[in-house]
């Protein structure tokens, strides 16, 4: 069909394409910087925390070690939801209406850890 274009329009913002749906988020770089780049850290941070756990954890640096554990899982949990989910290319009040309870449960996991140590100190110990 000579003129014809290769997209439509169903009425909802989406265009549609031989090909599949354009979004906005998929038009935020390359498929080698939207997905497999941040891969490639997840799986450098997973065997970061493979060594730790098999080779350098022992007795006399478990704290630090749980403390590095969970600064990795807070970076995995980023990337995870800044490019799998997409939220890296979403609006700022998104992100910040996502962000701030969670700064509240963390804030309410680290009461919760010191209080259960001081109790548990204070009852066993």
Do not use: C
Not at 6 to 21: L, Q, R, W, Y
Not at 81 to 102: A, N
């Amino acid at each position: 069909m000579a003129g014809h274009s290769s997209h439509h329009d169903h009425g909802h913002g989406t265009k549609v394409f031989a090909d599949g749906p354009l979004e906005h988020h998929e038009t935020h770089g390359t498929i080698f910087q939207r997905i497999i780049l941040p891969f490639i850290w997840l799986l450098l941070i997973t065997a970061a925390e493979f060594f730790i756990a098999l080779v350098i954890k022992n007795e006399d640096n478990k704290t630090a070690v749980d403390i590095t554990f969970v600064v990795m899982t807070l970076v995995k949990a980023f990337f995870i939801v800044s490019y799998f989910m997409h939220l890296k290319f979403e609006f700022k009040g998104l992100k910040w209406s996502i962000v701030f309870p969670l700064l509240f449960i963390v804030y309410l996991l680290v009461l919760m850890v010191l209080e259960g140590t001081y109790m548990y100190n204070t009852l066993v110990g």
